[in-house]
Nanobody, 114 residues
């Protein structure tokens, strides 16, 4: 069974931190894993991605604040989010990219508010 399961979202005050986790099962030949987000009324956008060889790419809006990393098994990806801002509020989706297509998690809500 193909699954991408996210966890770690929640409510945090501005300036706070959260760590998102995503585990992939039943998905093979993963070329890259990443995080995307979608705020109400906006299109889904890339937050960060890490390739199978460890190269990373970040949206300009999160550079210096967010860090993407992989677990040892390389089917797990994390997103450490620091110095969170209200504009980071969105549903965050985990993505796994393979030769045959993209897989998506169900999303986890991140709300930054005082």
């Amino acid at each position: 069974q193909v699954q991408l399961v996210e966890s770690g979202g929640g409510l945090v005050q501005p300036g706070g931190s959260l760590r998102l986790s995503c585990g992939a099962s039943g998905i093979f030949s993963i070329n890259a894993m990443g995080w995307y987000r979608q705020a109400p009324g906006k299109q889904r956008e890339l937050v960060a991605v890490i390739t199978s060889v460890g190269n990373t790419n970040y949206a300009d809006s999160v550079k210096g604040r967010f860090t993407i990393s992989r677990g040892n098994a390389k089917n797990t990806v994390y997103l450490q989010m620091n110095s969170l801002k209200p504009e980071d509020t969105a549903v965050y989706y985990c993505n796994a990219r393979t030769r045959v297509g993209d897989y998506w998690g169900q999303g986890t809500q991140v709300t930054v508010s005082s």
